[in-house]
């Protein structure tokens, strides 16, 4: 069991829900600021998005601070540089898309991702029949590769992404791309259950979940922990300082605290 | 074993290709392998396909010895007319293909992406003969410089959608497309429109353009009582040069696939993962896909299908290039001296011929497909003239 998942699973066995929050890195100077200030808010572990120039199962705004980012010149290297000496006392996991690692070398990046503290990833375009080579080399230094269950990954096949996913089991929300939405999906309320049938893994739930009150639905519904990207994003898109990062993360923790 | 057969269990021609999609996707592109690898295997589906190319489309295109262009050349070139196939290029047979695919699956939409414009045109046309609804995404610098297939999708009943995302070309109209199609995948088919893609969109698309190789390599043993030495295909994703190699790969004759300056993947690229396949890109150190440039919308793509970067591996096929300036020169030279006016992608085959013909031997013949026709570049090529129109 990867060292990522030892700890989750604790934290889900004492009863606690999980907050996930995303940032993108490299969207400003400073950008680390906003890892500390999640974990401030009270986040059980963090995703630092590393942009991509075809970010094909992003929305809008996750698009629009890749943009950003790939214009002050970010780049996985560099991003995980700066991680260096980061220490947000929670877990860390890097989202990102698959070239960037094939393209640096995959033995090279998971030397790199444990060095700097960096405890699982999350690939969406690698999924569970092309993954063999960076499963491989991400083994030796116990990094988790986190897999996807879609609301039409079904019968032994999600038995299968579930067995396959280390660290958690990410539930995407509803079929279609990152983004915040008015209402949450059905599908959203639907899939931890559904993945929770099959597995005893901790499952989180992304893709749609944009509010307090979604993430209290959703953890209502019996997943363990969320996901929250898009939201905040748009947050720090929109000028939103670490304290504001800190702050609606905090209410993400309240709301899935009192759920 | 043909050398150009079936791609492996995972959808692998050698070490290109696969199925690099978002687990949303899977069951999805599991199910278009399925439904294809039934249907290709259905002499009715096969029937109705041919039956559709050969009264709607007008195939067979015929195979043209393009006598005056030969002289000038000093050497025997043949022209593959895909140009006049309905819509002018080599892409209605792509699509016919992927409609029937629709049908089968038992989808009423049919969603597409396109550069120039060719294989959105190509998508509309085959909604409206099938009766299925369009949306083609196009990035909004191509919308503005190819306002005429712009107006022709929307006459043809397609919803056109403007791409502001990223490099606002093709590849990023291949990325709102993959986005769109997650969402309404009940509804809807991702026609792609070249031999790229996740599995089994490379191998989909190369099978539907087999015909034009197939076609050719029957029709020159007829004229001339031989294969040809060489067949020249411009690529830019790859579809007509798949489609005219997969009729000669198991013959003697040499391959030769002709990539833009601006857009070579083979030629400069990098071997990378992007848009769901191992292959061949052009990028930064970082892995960030860069934009290709070149005078030919139609091969402005960063990336190639995987299987041309398999052939170029193994050596089976040679991919080289040639500039915008050398292209404009081969229209002028196949207009004046054959009286056809070739679209900008296909004149880069040509102008490979024109460059390199102290390398064709005598008695040897040059095949070359003309994939499309010119009338939607004349502005483009008026403007690259200093002609204004």
Redesign the interface.
Known sequence: MTRLETRLRALRDDGRKLVIPYVMAGIGEGWTDYVLAAAAGGADAIEIGVPFSDPSMDGIVIQRAGEVALARGAALGGVLGELKGVSPGIPMLVMTYYNLFYRAGLDRIAGTLAEVGVGGVILPDLPIEEVGPWAAAAAGPGIATVQLVSPVTEGERLVRVAAASEGFVYGVGLMGITGERLKLADTAVDIARRIKAVSDKVVCVGVGVSSPEQAAQVVSAGADGVVVGSALVRRILDGGNPLAVEGFVAELRSAVDTA | MSVMGHPDS?GRFGEFG???????L???VIELEKTFEEAWGDPEFRAEYRRILREYAGRPTPLYHATRLSELVGTDVWLKREDLAHTGSHKINNVVGQALLARRLGKTRLIAETGAGQHGVATATAAALFGLGCQVFMGEIDVERQALNVFRMQLLGAEVVPVS??SRTL??A??EA??TW??C?ETSHYCIGSVMGPHPYPYIVREFQRVVGEEASAQFADAAGKSPEWVVACVGGGSNAAGTFAGFADSSAKLIGVEPEGGAAIGKG???????MISM?L?D??????EAQSISAGLDYPGVGPEHAYLAAIGRASYESVGDAEVLEAVRVLARSEGIIPALESAHALAWVIRERARFKEGESVLVTLSGRGDKDAETIAKASGAGL
Do not use: C, I, Y
Not at chain 2, 18 to 24: A, H, I
């Open positions: 995972a696969g199925r690099f999609v978002p687990e949303p899977m069951p999805a995302s990223g590849k990023d291949v990325n993959m986005r997650v969402s995948l990098v071997k990378g993962v992007v848009h769901g890109f990028q150190e970082f892995g960030q896909v860069e």
